[in-house]
Structures are given as C-alpha cells and as structure tokens.
C-alpha cells in the first residue's frame, strides 16, 4: 500500500520537471529571428546620460532592461542620446561620453547598435535658428551641418551596424503635401532660383557624407506615417529611387510604424478596415523591396486606448502585432524589426497609461509579447517546409 501511495507523487514530480524542461527550452525572441535570419531589437527610449527618468547609471528600470534586451534581443538603439539635440552642443562641439558608454555596454552585451538620427537636425534648435539668407550664410550653415555628419559617423566608425541617416523630412501626414522646407538647414541647401524642393540636395550630401566616414554601416532613409500604400509613401519610394539613380548610398528604408489600436484610423490614412490597412501593409513592403531596398521597421509600438477596457485593448494590441510581424517577417529583404520600447513603466521618455510594449511595468511579457513569438514560431515553420 505504502509503495503504490508513492507512485503518483513520483510521477507527478517527473511531470512537472519534464514541464520545466520544456518552457526552459521556449527559444527566445533572439532565437527565432536568428533562425530566420533577420535582426530583432529595441530601442532605450528615455535613456539620456546623467538625466531622469531614465538615467544609465541610477534608473530604478534600467537593469531589468539590460536583462531583457541581453535575453531577447540582437540589436539597440540609444534614443535620444543619439539625437543629435543632445550630443551635439554647438558648432563643432559634441558630447559623445553618453553614446560611448552605451556602445561599450553594447560590446559587453554581444549586441549590434542601430545609429539612430545621424542627420535628425530638425531635432537640433540652435541649428534650425543660424540664418540662411545669403550665400555665405549658406556655406557656413553647411560647413557646420556636414561637420558633425562627418565627426559624428566618423567617431564611431565600425561600430554601427546601420545608422537611419536622414528621418522625418516628409511632413507627416499620409496625405503627402510636401517637404519640411521652412528650416534654415533645408534652405541651405536649395539651388539658387529654384524651388524649396530643390533642397533635397541635403539627402544627397548627408548620405555621401556617411558613407564616406564610415564605409562599413548600412545606410537607411527613415520615415513615419509611412508603412502603407499612399501618398506619402508614394514620394518616399520616388526619393529613394531618384537618389539611388544618381549614386547617393541608400541601403535601405525604414518605418517607424508607432501604431495604435485603431490602426492609425485618427490619422486619416483612409483605410477603414483591419483587412485594408494590412492589405496595404504588405503591397507597401513588397514594393520596396521589389525595388532592391533592404527594409527595417525601426521603432514599432501598439499603444492602447486608455479610455477603454484594458483587458480588451491589451488583447487588440496583441492581435495588431502579431500580424505586423506575421506581414513583415514574410517580406523578402527584411532586415530586422525593432520596438520602440521595452517595458510600459518608461516608454517616450516618461510615464504615460498608452501601455504600447511588449513587456508589463514589472519587465513580464504580456500578450502582445507571446504574439509576437507565435508570428515569428509560425514563420519559421513555413520556411521549414
């Protein structure tokens, strides 16, 4: 009777050992895109050095983080420590010691760095201010612009897998109505009597510039508001192509793609239907990389409604990144997916009830983390086939 008692407790113990086994053995996120050989990664959003809230040395997030990132993912982005509106002090003078520690921890970790905003001077107040209205006001401007373009990719030569070199020039619509031309750096660029158009002679300059300074990096154009078939788009894929006609070293495009629940539907992007917009998701990808474009999505997010049930909305946030990342991982050329942040306690740089990550307040994964690792289980089981 004794012996036959034991039994079941045996058993039981074997079970939940072979169960431990098994969830040990969940592959990563890392595992997966490795497996089907695209990058994954993520960005420190709030991370700028010696500042709140979300400071390298003393934030209360920051280790869990590290951790996760170590864990799950195979490339980072430094945030606005990168931008250049905060390493970039004034004409030829930079602050870099934030940027080299977070690439040295990078080092450490085994993990490739994005180079976020090498160009993003609409990020950069006192630059936008210099005046534009002669022409040696111009070259100045230029010779200041092109210094830091130069010091900056230079400075970390080798080190970057792949900067997003110019971001956000498009105004941000989908409905495409023009470039950002009011500012004084744009201007210094325009050909004498031509139009503000012309001033698209800064892409040019600014991506040579960047392969020059550092050969090894990929090189991407980046825009937001930008993942679907429209008019924005549509200008988007006629500058690459025009710049790479003309021998200017695009290597790739990328799409923010800062969703929310509704699919951008507030945005008035004209797609009134789940279907529709993923529809459109897919042509848009293809058609790059039809055209010879390698793709990144650089900075995704799915932010929730908070005015409505989060229980709800939490399971409409997995559903929507599951199927972007279903969508993206089945597009050829597709070079990596990062997420804009990594837990919902510090995302943009603060606190805010938008809950748009993959992993909770406290770093656990929610369901749109477990969707994304279904997408990208089921994708490479069709590359398996």
Same mark, same amino acid.
């Given at each position: 009777?004794?012996?036959?008692?034991?039994?079941?407790?045996?058993?039981?113990?074997?079970?939940?050992?072979?169960?431990?086994?098994?969830?040990?053995?969940?592959?990563?996120?890392?595992?997966?895109?490795?497996?089907? $050989?695209?990058?994954?990664?993520?960005?420190?959003?709030?991370?700028?050095?010696?500042?709140?809230?979300?400071?390298?040395?003393?934030?209360?997030?920051?280790?869990?983080?590290?951790?996760?990132?170590?864990?799950?993912?195979?490339?980072?982005?430094? $945030?606005?420590?990168?931008?250049?509106?905060?390493?970039?002090?004034?004409?030829?003078?930079?602050?870099?010691?934030?940027?080299?520690?977070?690439?040295?921890?990078?080092?450490?970790?085994?993990?490739?760095?994005?180079?976020?905003?090498?160009?993003?001077?609409?990020r950069v107040d006192w630059l936008k201010k210099m005046p534009a209205g002669t022409d040696a006001q111009k070259q100045h401007l230029r010779s200041v612009y092109e210094d830091h373009v130069i010091q900056t990719a230079a400075t970390f030569a080798g080190k970057i897998s792949f900067w997003d070199v110019c971001n956000e020039q498009l105004l941000p619509a989908y409905i495409f109505n023009g470039y950002q031309t009011g500012h004084s750096?744009?201007?210094?660029?325009?050909?004498? $009597?031509?139009?503000?158009?012309?001033?698209?002679?800064?892409?040019?300059?600014?991506?040579?510039?960047?392969?020059?300074?550092?050969?090894?990096?990929?090189?991407?154009?980046?825009?937001?508001?930008?993942?679907?078939?429209?008019?924005?788009?549509?200008?988007?894929?006629?500058?690459?192509?025009?710049?790479?006609?003309?021998?200017?070293?695009?290597? $790739?495009?990328?799409?923010?793609?800062?969703?929310?629940?509704d699919l951008n539907r507030s945005k008035n992007h004209g797609l009134r239907t789940d279907e529709a917009y993923y529809q459109s998701l897919a042509g848009n990808l293809r058609r790059f990389a039809e055209a010879g474009f390698d793709l990144w999505i650089t900075e995704l997010d799915v932010r929730v409604d908070p005015a409505k049930d989060l229980a709800a909305e939490r399971d409409r946030q997995a559903e929507i990144y599951g199927k972007v990342i279903e969508i993206a991982a089945a597009v050829p050329r597709l070079k990596g997916i990062k997420f804009w942040g990594i837990t919902d306690r510090d995302t943009w740089g603060k606190v805010i009830p938008d809950r748009p990550n993959l992993f909770d307040e406290d770093g656990k994964p929610k369901a749109a983390f477990h969707a994304v690792h279904k997408a990208l289980s089921k994708r490479k089981a069709e590359t398996a086939k």
């Open positions: 009777m004794k012996r036959s008692s034991t039994l079941p407790l045996v058993l039981l113990f074997l079970l939940a050992l072979a169960s431990h086994d098994a969830a040990a053995a969940e592959p990563t996120l890392k595992e997966l895109a490795q497996r089907l $050989g695209i990058e994954i990664g993520v960005n420190f959003p709030g991370l700028v050095a010696g500042k709140s809230p979300n400071n390298w040395d003393s934030s209360p997030t920051i280790e869990m983080e590290k951790k996760i990132a170590r864990e799950h993912f195979t490339i980072v982005s430094a $945030g606005w420590e990168m931008y250049p509106g905060h390493s970039w002090k004034g004409p030829q003078s930079y602050d870099f010691a934030g940027t080299r520690k977070f690439i040295a921890w990078c080092q450490e970790a085994g993990l490739k760095v994005h180079g976020h905003g090498l160009g993003y001077a609409c750096y744009w201007k210094a660029y325009q050909q004498p $009597g031509q139009g503000p158009e012309s001033g698209v002679e800064w892409y040019r300059r600014t991506f040579h510039l960047a392969r020059e300074a550092d050969p090894a990096a990929k090189l991407v154009l980046l825009e937001f508001n930008n993942e679907i078939l429209c008019p924005k788009s549509d200008r988007l894929m006629k500058l690459v192509t025009q710049l790479r006609a003309e021998g200017v070293p695009v290597d $790739g495009v990328g799409f923010q793609m800062h969703l929310g629940t």
